[in-house]
């Protein structure tokens, strides 16, 4: 069972940064693809960023030159670091990891842009 731990969601004003974490109980060279997903409130779960287990990363259109996807191969963690932010990036986001045979989730963590 691979466990999953996000951290550093919060209240921010627009315009702030944020940086998430996600700490995973499993080597993370063992992880195909990890990330993030966000659902706001009566939306449906969608995708922020990904990175390959080679580094090719992905974002979503709406995110993209504000938010950078990073890991730390030693720590078997993985990052998302959020500046920019607006009050449309309010959402509990959850960080993701898809091995070969299944995909776990975190639980979540809320991370609210207001003034």
């Known amino acids: 069972q691979v466990q999953l731990v996000e951290s550093g969601g919060g209240l921010v004003q627009p315009g702030g940064s944020l940086r998430l974490s996600c700490a995973a109980s499993?080597?993370?060279?063992?992880?195909?693809?990890m990330g993030w997903y966000r659902q706001a409130p009566g939306k449906e779960r969608e995708l922020v960023a990904t990175?390959?287990?080679?580094?090719?990363?992905n974002y979503a259109d709406s995110v993209k030159g504000r938010f950078t996807i990073s890991r730390d191969n030693a720590e078997t963690t993985w990052y998302l670091q959020m500046n920019s932010l607006k009050p449309e990036d309010t959402a509990v986001y959850y960080c993701?990891?898809?091995?070969?045979?299944?995909?776990?989730w975190g639980r979540g963590t809320q991370v609210t842009v207001s003034s």
């Open positions: 499993v080597n993370i060279f063992s992880i195909n693809t």
């Open positions: 993701y990891a898809a091995l070969t045979v299944y995909n776990y």
């Open positions: 990175i390959t287990r080679g580094g090719t990363t």
